[in-house]
C-alpha cells in the first residue's frame, strides 16, 4: 500500500478507503463510458486491480485503477476527478501516483482507452497507436444495459 499527502488532499492504494458507493455512483451515471455499469461490478473490478483513490478531507473525488501482471504489462483505467475539483493540478497528482508506484516500474506496454484529456496522457509518455491494424478488440457496449445485474437492486 502506498499513501502520498498534499495540503488537505491524499492519494492511496488501501482498497479499503476506496468508496466504492462513490466510485459506482461517478461511472455509472457520469463517466460516459461505464454507464449503467451494476454496483457488484464495480466492486469486483476494484477487488481484482491496483487502485488509487483521491481523496480531500475523507471524501473521495477521484479515482484511477490499473490492471497488471505487473511484470510486463498494465491498463489504465476508470480514470476520473469530480467536476468541483479539475483545474487544480489534482489529475496530474493522481498520474504521477501511478506511474511512479513501484510495483508499475520497467512494464514493457501499459494501455489506455480515452477520447479526453490526451494532454495530460501524453505527459506520461502516452501516445496514439502507431500500428492500429495490430489491436483488435471484443467489445459489447450494450453488456450492461441487458445484464440480469443491471435490474437487481443492490442493498
Known sequence: MTEHSFGDFFITTD??????VA????????????DNIPFERVKL??????????FHKGKQIG????????????????????DNYRGQGLS????????????????????????TADWLYEKYG???LPKPE??????????YKT????TEKID
Request: charged share 20%; glycine share 6%.
Open 15 to 20: 482498497k479499503t478507503k476506496m468508496d466504492v
Open 23 to 34: 466510485i459506482h455512483d461517478f461511472l455509472s451515471k457520469h463517466s460516459g463510458w461505464s
Open 45 to 54: 473490478s476494484i477487488e481484482n486491480s491496483l487502485n488509487f483513490g483521491l
Open 63 to 82: 479515482f484511477a485503477r490499473v490492471i497488471s501482471d505487473f511484470s510486463t504489462i498494465a491498463y489504465l483505467g476508470d480514470i476520473y476527478v469530480l
Open 92 to 115: 496530474k497528482k493522481l498520474m504521477a501516483a501511478v506511474m511512479g508506484h513501484p510495483d508499475l516500474q520497467g512494464l514493457r506496454r501499459w494501455i489506455l482507452l480515452t477520447s
Open 126 to 128: 502516452f501516445i496514439k
Open 134 to 143: 495490430l489491436y483488435m478488440e471484443l467489445f459489447d457496449p450494450n453488456v
Open 147 to 150: 445484464s440480469k445485474e443491471t
